[in-house]
């Protein structure tokens, strides 16, 4: 199909809920991808920070059909080594004590609400259920978790809304005023990616875990775009010196497969009760397990350097965003521009590259194994944009 074929499709039979760019992508390998009239693309974006092997990885795909040859779906009612390795691995990674699996991020901050809610209720009983989100957070489109997005742009048509969710900007004495008496959880992102990619300052993070700590207040870290590598360290709270009660993470951690997303908790053992959502992880979590062999090798070659010189840097990354104004860390960047940042995307993909916005940022997350080439074909790109 064309693509005039395809919007016509579309706009006879989708659901009109997103804006598209006038461009059907069809295949690629790595951060280029190809549109349907074979144009070539360079991917700052891998989907939405999903794809970090960008595309048709080799090794990926290899560990995927490896368990579409076994089996596609196992249900709860049996046991399934390859989500008890993904289980093991992930706790691994973070200290977490028990994961859950669930299908999507905002299910993962959904069952992650429902916990702190549950614990709060077993050890103090009613009148304790608030949920306190930080505003302009992202936490998903479910009732619950777009009623804990502190973006009134996603509330207009959707009220009335699950009670008991209140907002406060990421400072210490709003905070102390909002997450009060009646509040069982605060639910955070480190680096904030759909408000502009807005890193959260240090002092607060670390002052607002001594005060849930305090209070006996969950602090739950959404990780879901911030995760699995993409700031440079496993999950972004990494770089603030603490350490949350629940994490949820989801996106890249399937690698661009709908196929597992978790809430999991630390420290405290928080018993999700499972199987409330179908942890259809089970397919294909031994993709995960091996995956994230290669992770970690790409995050290394990425992030530092150190093998193979057509990787970027961490540091380089960095100056790269600073020098264009850029607010981040690792491979998680917005750029700060005085023009409509959807009009820039608009003249980069026309022009061969394709970015995300962030309000009223450009949004830079490409797949964690952009090669160096990749990169300055990318920037080449986006500086001549920027100049016209
Ligand atoms: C994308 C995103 C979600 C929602 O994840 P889905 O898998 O789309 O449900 C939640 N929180 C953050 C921070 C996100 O970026």
């Given at each position: 199909?064309?693509?005039?074929?395809?919007?016509?499709?579309?706009?006879?039979?989708?659901?009109?809920?997103?804006?598209?760019?006038?461009?059907?992508?069809e295949?690629?390998?790595?951060?280029?991808?190809?549109?349907?009239?074979g144009?070539?693309?360079?991917?700052?974006?891998?989907?939405i920070?999903?794809?970090?092997?960008?595309?048709?990885?080799?090794?990926?795909?290899?560990?995927?059909?490896?368990?579409?040859?076994?089996?596609?779906?196992?249900?709860?009612l049996?046991?399934?080594?390859?989500?008890?390795?993904?289980?093991e691995?992930?706790?691994?990674?973070?200290?977490?004590k028990?994961?859950?699996?669930?299908?999507s991020?905002?299910?993962?901050?959904?069952?992650?609400?429902?916990?702190?809610?549950?614990?709060?209720?077993?050890?103090?009983?009613e009148?304790?259920?608030?949920?306190?989100s930080?505003?302009n957070?992202?936490?998903?489109?479910?009732?619950?978790?777009?009623?804990?997005?502190?973006q009134?742009?996603?509330?207009?048509?959707?009220?009335?809304?699950?009670?008991?969710?209140?907002?406060?900007?990421?400072?210490?004495?709003?905070?102390?005023?909002?997450?009060d008496?009646?509040?069982c959880?605060?639910?955070?992102?480190?680096?904030?990616?759909?408000?502009?990619?807005?890193?959260?300052?240090?002092?607060?993070?670390?002052?607002?875990?001594?005060?849930?700590?305090?209070?006996?207040?969950?602090?739950?870290?959404?990780?879901?775009?911030?995760?699995?590598?993409?700031?440079?360290?496993y999950?972004?709270?990494?770089?603030?010196?603490?350490?949350?009660?629940?994490?949820?993470?989801?996106?890249?951690?399937?690698?661009?497969?709908?196929?597992?997303?978790?809430?999991?908790?630390?420290?405290?053992?928080?018993?999700?009760?499972?199987?409330?959502?179908?942890?259809?992880?089970?397919?294909?979590?031994?993709?995960?397990?091996?995956?994230?062999?290669?992770?970690?090798?790409?995050?290394?070659?990425v992030?530092a350097?150190?093998?193979?010189?057509?990787?970027?840097?961490?540091?380089?990354?960095?100056?790269?965003?600073?020098?264009?104004?850029?607010f981040?860390?690792?491979?998680?960047?917005g750029?700060?521009?005085?023009?409509?940042?959807?009009?820039?995307?608009?003249?980069c993909?026309?022009?061969?590259l394709?970015?995300l916005?962030?309000?009223?940022?450009?949004?830079?997350?490409?797949?964690?194994?952009?090669?160096?080439?990749?990169?300055?074909?990318?920037?080449?790109?986006?500086?001549?944009?920027?100049?016209?």
């Amino acid at each position: 199909m064309n693509l005039s074929e395809i919007q016509q499709l579309d706009g006879a039979y989708m659901a009109e809920t997103f804006s598209r760019f006038p461009v059907a992508i069809e295949r690629g390998k790595g951060a280029t991808l190809y549109d349907t009239d074979g144009k070539r693309y360079i991917d700052f974006g891998a989907g939405i920070a999903v794809n970090i092997f960008g595309a048709n990885d080799e090794r990926w795909k290899k560990a995927v059909i490896g368990q579409l040859d076994k089996i596609q779906h196992v249900s709860n009612l049996y046991y399934c080594e390859p989500q008890v390795r993904l289980a093991e691995l992930l706790c691994d990674k973070s200290g977490a004590k028990r994961v859950f699996f669930a299908n999507s991020g905002a299910e993962a901050n959904e069952c992650a609400l429902k916990a702190a809610r549950k614990y709060s209720f077993q050890k103090y009983g009613e009148g304790r259920a608030k949920i306190v989100s930080l505003k302009n957070s992202f936490h998903g489109r479910t009732l619950f978790t777009l009623t804990a997005t502190g973006q009134d742009a996603f509330h207009k048509y959707f009220a009335p809304f699950a009670a008991e969710v209140d907002y406060s900007a990421p400072n210490m004495a709003e905070m102390r005023k909002v997450a009060d008496v009646h509040t069982c959880a605060v639910i955070i992102e480190c680096v904030q990616g759909e408000s502009g990619v807005e890193a959260l300052d240090k002092e607060f993070v670390k002052e607002l875990r001594s005060y849930c700590t305090e209070k006996d207040i969950l602090l739950i870290c959404d990780e879901v775009q911030s995760g699995n590598g993409r700031t440079g360290k496993y999950f972004a709270y990494e770089h603030y010196g603490i350490t949350p009660d629940i994490v949820t993470t989801a996106k890249g951690l399937g690698g661009g497969l709908p196929l597992v997303r978790v809430c999991f908790s630390i420290r405290r053992s928080i018993r999700c009760k499972r199987a409330i959502t179908g942890s259809d992880v089970r397919r294909q979590s031994r993709v995960l397990c091996r995956g994230d062999q290669y992770r970690r090798t790409a995050g290394r070659s990425v992030f530092a350097g150190s093998s193979g010189k057509e990787r970027i840097s961490q540091g380089e990354a960095q100056r790269t965003a600073e020098r264009r104004k850029g607010f981040g860390i690792g491979m998680m960047i917005g750029l700060e521009i005085d023009r409509d940042a959807k009009e820039i995307a608009q003249k980069c993909l026309e022009k061969g590259l394709l970015v995300l916005t962030a309000h009223s940022k450009v949004r830079i997350v490409p797949p964690l194994n952009i090669t160096k080439t990749e990169i300055d074909e990318g920037l080449m790109i986006l500086r001549e944009v920027l100049s016209l």
